[in-house]
């Protein structure tokens, strides 16, 4: 692959970047700490495609590759990382299966109103028995002859206070279990669907996460993507996808936490010299440096695979448990090298640091990758 930046690349690089700084800058700090979704940047996004990002532009999308598309994630995260939350979820696992697994009908009437924004996606796998075990979902439909009805709960939904057309997963064959689910689009308004309160979370505080519960929630048959019982399928494929964006999106937390920390080292005077001077400080820098380099790297393997049409989850995986370890060690070092002034929530590093940490959590915990990366590395040939 390529590893110099094409102009292409650059342009987006430096425009998502502007834009970032600009709307979202003045007021990350603000809605990290009110845990306010906010809406003035995200209609502003809206206009500019960042919700249609690898959607054709046949259906009103901006059709990029991947490699633009975690370069936009990693530029938004890199100034806010809730709010890139909001965008990679919406774009890859939000509106990826659709794509790929939805008739042509649906795309037609789903796909445009989620490259506006006038649809947000979210991915609802998550449930309080069913987590890293994609199989354990309880929520259930059955087909009473003119669609499906829906019961269940769904918890950790990013998203999901302002989602207009979530995924849900939901088992269609009891006998079957996990493997027995099937993916449905519900779209906001549907009798039986209601929204729970806004989780009060550690880190990505500007994403309204909440839980979604459905009773009786009565779907039409148009609405079950794919085949029923391909519910687990859709699941793992829509999560190679998503690992890619959340790796990106580790990167961009990573990178600012490093940026951060290497300007507050040039500042910072102990013993009459700057902190950039001691030997443990130059060498905590350049892990950072190193560090943040290799994830971007992993990612854009990730996407390189994913565009050339072949089998991408082992990469996306690496990617994604990789950029994700190194956020969390980059970010703690950042708050070592700021010292207290890294534990006031008057300075970045913390929020970055909070943030960081829930990368390796979401999209599969990095256990879970480790799992995906084992299965596939000792199926290969020696």
Known sequence: M?????????????????????????IAHEIDREARFPLEVVGKMQGLNFFGLQIPKRYGGAGMDSISYAITVEEISRVSGAVG???????????????KFGTEEQIERFVPRLASGEHIGAFCLTEANAG??????????????????INGTKIFVTNGGVCTAPLIFAV??????????????????????????????????ANPVSSLFFE?????????????????????????????????????????????????SKERQQFSKPISSFQSIQNMLADMATEVDAARLLVYRACARKDSGHAFGKEAAMAK????????????NAVQIHGGYGYSREYDVERYFRDAKVTEIYEGTSEIQRLVISKSILA???
């Open 85 to 99: 939350l909001c965008i990679t979820v919406h774009n890859s696992v939000g509106v990826y299966p659709i794509l």
């Open 132 to 149: 890293s075990d994609a199989g354990g979902v309880e929520t259930n439909a059955f087909f009473d002859g003119n669609g499906y009805v």
């Open 380 to 382: 290969e040939p020696v």
């Open 172 to 205: 269609t064959n009891p006998e079957k279990k996990g493997r027995g689910a099937s993916v449905f689009i519900v779209e906001k308004g549907t009798p039986g669907f209601t929204v729970g309160e806004i989780e009060d979370l550690c880190g990505m505080r």
């Open 2 to 26: 390529e590893f110099n930046s094409c102009m292409k690349h650059k342009l987006v690089r430096k425009s998502v970047r502007e834009f970032a700084e600009a709307e979202l800058g003045p």
């Open 321 to 332: 448990l990789y950029a994700s370890t190194v956020a969390s060690r980059v970010t703690g």
């Open 216 to 264: 009786d929630c009565r779907v039409p048959k148009e609405n079950l993507i794919g085949r029923e019982g391909d519910g687990l399928k859709i699941a793992l494929i829509a999560l190679d996808a998503g690992r890619i964006g959340i790796g990106a999106q580790a990167v961009g937390i990573a990178q600012a936490a490093y940026e951060a920390s290497l300007k507050y």
